[in-house]
């Protein structure tokens, strides 16, 4: 019990009463502000009946309207803000790939709380002072790079601000300066481990021993080709700049679901279809409420991510609840021939497949007779010189993707370095069916 | 008595097999033998080289799919039926062909075919108390013009 245990992660271990009685405190008063200051969602609990004061225990949350990212959108840029433009000490937004971007602001004391979050989950996996951590996150806009620096910074570790690109030189910064953790999306890392590789350098010989990777969602395969590759201790870190950024939940040295830090948020699951909340352990969609957040709450936020919640005590001791890694996103589902499918499903169908690369992408067409096609494109290693041999590894890639989908896709497997790299989040799908020239 | 030859795996598409080509040729390394097996996806370009070492280093420094394996060179007549006897010797040898190419032809009226069996060690064993079939070796294979 409470193997390496930092005081600044005493949250993580508050008596479960405890921590509920401290969580109703701070949901009683986040929905007085919201309800105080921002109009839209004051109308919206007006139209339901819904007063600040019939929040009298922590599952009369089920009372509140949800909010969801259309909200966000719908009101840019700060029509959810519910503190003074002056009281507002940072912005953050999304890169906005559709439409208008989503905007987040953030109190001196709302950084605070994400920071302490973000020192929280680095102390999950281990890192302290000594250490000297790469941000390979992008710093700007995006929440990933300030959101990590600020925290490592905070906990007294060394921070290396590299942000995300010219990977080259990050390789021999690495090297150099005896960096013991990174931070980036795992996709990035792999990309950084290959260039080590062309460079002649392998990163298993380097420090580097912990890598807290986020932003995109990975699965338990690539945990595996991470690991291989690197000798690293990979540990899932979940986030999102709705909540704060980085720092929302991390698994600890269990590795067996994500530590929520549900002393500042709130989490429930629900049924996507029918919006009821569902008991623990049950499967749904992951809905948050920032309970101290105060220059833009979120209140029951649907964040898209499908898991369930996990009671049980963790054997690391920490009290505060797990969910289960998310494969799923609901904002990444494409449905293929009436199937959903994740392209998480796809990776894990790839990557069981012994001789595939941690590369690939999905490719959507229409023929002309309506009919969906999928082109899975994937990256093989090398060691073949017969043609059986790799018709046979093509059939395997198949079959694993067929029995796991329960669709045919079309594989296409090429030579190493062949498909793009990306510097930060991969882009898996490239759905031109809708784009007829592009067939 | 074996020879190593070279395999890159590459896509089936233009481009694909003149890229390693260049690679190599860049490097500075001679190409005795070149072959390419392909599908309608994919292909593997097999390479035969004296240096056949520096060649691998190269591709794979280059992040190719690139492998090693053992291949048998054997001389056959350059006349109609030349190959058939070769083939019903090999058959008769119980040996299992994986796949063969031609490689040089035109010595003294000989071509030399180059053959994949699936356990090369035993079939260079049954081969060599073959008086039907002949070996080349690889000194011998490379100093051939
Ligand atoms: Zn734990």
């Known amino acids: 019990m409470m193997k390496n245990y930092n005081p600044v992660s005493a949250q993580d271990y508050l008596p ?19 309800y105080e200051h921002v109009p839209v969602y004051r109308e919206r609990m007006d139209e339901r009946g819904v007063k600040p004061e ?27 803000f519910a503190m003074e433009m002056s009281d507002v000490v940072r912005l953050h937004a999304s ?25 929280r989950a680095l102390v999950a996996a281990g890192v302290g002072p000594g250490d000297i951590i790469q941000n390979s996150y992008g710093y700007g806009l995006f929440t990933g790079g300030l959101g990590a620096h600020y925290g490592i910074e905070n906990l007294g570790a060394t921070v290396v601000p590299t942000s995300g690109g010219n990977t080259e030189r990050q390789v021999m910064l690495m090297r150099d300066f005896g960096v013991t953790g990174i931070t ?44 291989g590759l ?16 980085p720092g929302v939940g991390i698994e600890c040295e269990c590795h067996s679901g994500l530590h929520i830090f549900e002393d500042h948020f709130y989490p429930e699951i629900i049924d996507p279809d029918t919006c009821e909340v569902l008991p623990d352990g049950e499967e ?19 964040t898209r991510d499908i898991t369930h919640i996990i009671d049980e005590p963790c054997a690391c001791g920490r009290t505060i609840r797990r969910i289960a890694r998310i494969s799923r996103r609901s904002d990444d589902m494409f449905i293929v021939r009436g199937v959903n499918v994740f392209p998480s ?41 017969k043609i059986k041999t790799l018709e046979e590894l093509q059939a395997k890639f198949s079959h694993s993707v067929e029995r796991i989908l329960g669709i045919h896709a079309v594989i296409k497997m090429v030579p190493p370095n062949t498909i793009p790299r990306s510097e930060g989040k991969a882009r898996r799908v490239f759905d031109n069916r809708m784009n007829p020239t592009n067939q | 008595m074996k020879l190593k030859q ?5 896509e089936n598409k233009p481009g694909s097999v003149g890229y390693p080509c260049k690679v190599l040729a860049d490097a500075g390394i001679n190409i005795t033998t070149l072959t390419l097996a392909d599908t309608k996806d994919f292909g593997i370009l097999r390479i035969i080289s004296k240096n056949w070492q520096e060649a691998y280093d190269v591709l794979k420094a280059r992040k190719f799919a690139v492998s090693v394996n053992d291949v048998v060179a054997l001389e056959v007549e350059n006349t109609p039926g030349g190959l058939s006897r070769v083939l019903e010797a090999l058959e008769r040898q119980g040996l299992n062909v994986e796949y063969m190419y031609a490689s040089v032809f035109g010595v003294h009226n000989r071509a030399v075919l180059i053959f994949r069996f699936d356990d090369t060690d035993s079939a260079v064993e049954k081969l060599a108390g073959c008086p039907d079939l002949k070996i080349v070796d690889s000194e011998l294979f490379f100093s051939l013009k």
């Not at chain 1, 749904?284 to 309970?291: A, D």
């Open chain 1, 16 to 34: 479960r009463e405890l921590l509920k009685q401290i969580q109703l405190q701070r949901l009683q008063k986040i929905v007085a502000h919201e």
């Open chain 1, 54 to 80: 019939h929040i009298k225990t922590l599952k009369d949350i089920a009372l509140l309207p949800f909010m969801m990212k259309k909200d966000l959108r719908d009101t840019y840029p700060f029509g959810l």
């Open chain 1, 95 to 119: 890169s906005g790939t559709t439409g208008k971007p989503i905007v987040v602001g953030y109190s001196k004391e709302d950084i605070d709380v994400w920071v302490s979050c973000m020192m």
């Open chain 1, 184 to 227: 980036c999306t795992p996709t990035y890392f792999i990309h950084l481990c290959e260039k080590a590789l062309q460079m002649g350098l392998d990163v298993r010989d380097f420090p580097i021993r912990v890598g807290l990777f986020g932003a995109e969602p990975w699965t338990e395969e690539m945990r595996k080709r991470i690991e």
């Open chain 1, 230 to 245: 690197s000798g690293v201790e990979a540990f899932d870190i979940y986030g999102l700049s709705e909540m704060s950024g």
């Open chain 1, 284 to 302: 749904g969609e992951l809905v948050f409420t920032t309970i101290s957040k105060y220059a833009m709450p979120m209140i029951r936020y649907r």
């Open chain 1, 345 to 385: 499903q796809v990776e894990s169908a790839l990557l069981a497949v012994e001789g595939s690369l941690p590369h690939y992408r999905i490719l959507l067409t229409r023929r002309p007779d309506g009919l969906d096609n999928m082109t899975v494109e994937v990256e093989i290693s090398g060691g073949f010189d």
């Open chain 2, 6 to 10: 070279i395999s890159v795996f590459v």
